[in-house]
């Protein structure tokens, strides 16, 4: 990782800027491009975004501009599901995903007492992020409240805006990694009262789902979140068919597995449901009345064989939706190569993803759901300034494609279809540069 020294009163960065006010699946104008643009920050924030000619001007005397010619310059990604502690387990080998937890995931999380291992782990997870464009992330901790204190040390220490927060789990999971529900509530309430809202730093409740979790625990978890209301909800739920017969024994009397979450209080703002595959029309509905969000995972479903999220029937329902790699289940920390998995799975079931559409999604998409827009994934006046610089000719067949882009749709789609971490040339969070491609 590389970072300047602490950013100046104003900065400004010339490049093709692009940027979104709505999802473009919904509303006319929801994009805005500046073909030749201007990015003024002060203070870590947006002071101001146009075309270049008519900002120019009312710079003030002496503002250094950082020339990114040919470039792209757009908010940084923002990834709503990941795990920080399966980052060694990437592109392990499994028949599933339960297979894949008992011979993969929890083994690797035992080490995660150790707050040393911990940071390590962390050190390399987000200088990863950071080096694919990602500027901000909703991250699985393990149940050990050290591995939450690791990633926070960190991810503090480099000014970033992250959501994260211990695993709640006291049942069908290794005794090792096994809390209950009055240690697991208590814990997290500290973490809650040592890390939420400072600089940067949120707080996620995080029951690692349904079925690890006994009803005790998960009520705990909902009074949790009725305390808290402004902290964030993260789970899993209906992944696949296996994991979703199984919570259905666990819970028989609940109508559908989401709705094993909302019985406990756990639909609402700022909680974010990974996978979100195997849902109903009740229960789209019923996180469109909440406003809860979902995750979509497309490397992860692919690689576990879990299924492929159907985006016409949640646009249908007007559900929100963002994107998410969910590392290490999922096969790339890129949110580009997730664009990629995405447009395909899209295909399979019949709808077209527009590239503006999928940036929008990695963008202010993710953003809303997180409801946090007007703070990240856009560059709205005052918003935090994170953002990255995209270069079209960072592998030669990617340059050798946008030569021949006609369009702005054209160009970023050969960005999702052809890019990944080679892609990012520059990540900036709060005004500062975090990653700058040698």
């Not at 800027?17 to 947006?46: C, N, T």
């Not at 849902?279 to 019923?286: F, K, N, Q």
């Not at 067949?397 to 999702?416: G, I, N, P, V, Y």
């Amino acid at each position: 990782m590389t970072s300047d020294t602490a950013p100046s009163i104003c900065q400004a960065y010339r490049a093709s800027i692009l940027y979104f006010k709505a999802d473009p699946a919904f509303e006319q104008d929801a994009s805005v491009w500046h073909e030749d643009g201007l990015l003024v920050v002060e203070h870590g924030r947006v002071k101001a975004v146009g075309d270049y000619a008519q900002l120019r001007p009312a710079l003030p005397e002496g503002t250094a501009i950082r020339e990114f010619h040919g470039k792209l310059l757009v908010p940084g990604f923002i990834d709503t599901h990941i795990h920080y502690p399966q980052t060694d387990v990437i592109a392990s080998p499994a028949r599933g995903l339960l297979p894949w937890l008992e011979t993969y995931t929890f083994p690797a999380e035992h080490r995660f007492d150790d707050e040393a291992h911990a940071r390590e782990v962390a050190r390399f997870f987000l200088d990863e992020l950071l080096r694919c464009g990602t500027t901000t992330a909703m991250v699985y901790c393990t149940v050990h409240p050290a591995s939450v204190d690791a990633f926070f040390t960190e991810s503090a220490q480099r000014g970033l805006r992250m959501a994260a927060g211990k695993v709640m789990m006291d049942r069908h999971c290794p005794s090792f990694l096994s809390d209950d529900a009055q240690s697991g509530l208590r814990a997290s309430e500290e973490l809650i009262g040592r890390w939420h809202n400072r600089e940067r730093q949120m707080y996620a409740i995080t029951p690692r789902f349904a079925a690890t979790s006994s009803d005790m625990q998960l009520a705990a978890a909902g009074e949790l979140a009725r305390a808290h209301p402004d902290v964030f909800v993260q789970t899993h739920v209906a992944e696949n068919t296996e994991e979703v017969a199984w919570v259905k024994s666990l819970f028989p009397e609940a109508r559908s597995y989401l709705d094993v979450y909302d019985r406990y209080g756990l639909l609402r703002p700022r909680a974010m449901f990974a996978h979100c595959i195997w849902l109903d029309e009740h229960d789209r509905a019923r996180m469109r009345e909440t406003q809860a969000a979902a995750a979509i995972c497309p490397t992860s479903n692919l690689f576990l064989g879990s299924g492929l999220f159907d985006f016409a029937l949640a646009d249908a329902a007007r559900m929100p939706f963002s994107l998410a790699t969910d590392v290490g289940g999922g096969t790339s920390f890129s949110m580009l190569q997730t664009m990629n998995e995405a447009y395909k799975v899209a295909r399979m079931r019949g709808t077209h993803l527009p590239a503006l559409r999928m940036f929008y999604l990695a963008t202010l998409g993710s953003a809303r759901c997180m409801q946090l827009d007007g703070t990240i994934g856009s560059f709205t006046a005052g918003a935090e300034a994170d953002f990255i610089v995209l270069d079209p000719v960072a592998t030669p067949l990617l340059a050798r494609r946008t030569a021949r882009a006609e369009s702005l749709e054209e160009l970023l789609f050969a960005f999702a279809l052809l890019g990944d971490d080679r892609a990012v040339l520059a990540t900036y969070s709060g005004g500062k540069c975090m990653h700058a491609r040698e």
